[in-house]
């Protein structure tokens, strides 16, 4: 995951331990993780060899509060965009997220990143306010974004 998202020039570039953390568990009604993995089996073989080896292509990580989500992670790799893999991802964790009587889904999104501002909104979610600054690497602002559930 960490490869996929280093080459990735939209993506926050979260550390190996804040990766990490999302596979901790945490203490029961605090928090909630929810992680989708897309693969790809590659040709060769594992090493056994009965069983062919995969390749993360797109990933989703979102962490749920109380009745609200956050959408930390949207990231697929190059080679495997425009094929929906991210709109799949999306729409299993609204799917989820209402099975669990969520109210909204929030996310933050650099300003620049026009594609995935475009699937956003396609997605039914608003922008509703700017983080200034918000990205350390470039101090890019971050448009918040909610997708309101019921």
């Known amino acids: 995951m960490l490869t996929l998202e280093n080459e990735n020039p939209t993506s926050a570039n979260w550390s190996h ?3 990490e953390s999302l596979f901790r568990t945490t203490a029961p009604g605090l928090s909630k993780y929810f992680v989708l993995v897309a693969d790809e089996p590659s ?6 060899g009965s069983a062919a080896a995969s390749s993360i292509v797109a990933y989703l990580a979102a962490q ?12 697929v790799a190059k ?3 425009r094929r929906s893999l ?7 964790l609204v799917e989820h ?3 669990e009587n969520a109210n909204a889904i929030f996310l933050e ?21 700017v983080r200034k600054s918000y990205y350390p690497d470039t101090a890019e602002d971050a448009i918040r974004c909610r997708l309101r559930l019921y």
């Open 17 to 19: 331990e804040h990766y």
């Open 43 to 48: 040709e060769s073989k594992g090493l056994t």
């Open 64 to 75: 749920c509060v109380d009745r609200e989500w956050e959408l930390h992670y949207v990231v």
């Open 79 to 81: 080679k495997s965009r």
């Open 86 to 92: 991210a709109t799949l991802l999306l729409n299993q």
């Open 97 to 99: 997220a209402r099975s």
């Open 109 to 129: 999104v650099r300003e620049s990143n026009r594609g995935a501002r475009a699937l956003y909104r396609k997605m039914g979610f608003e922008e509703i306010d």
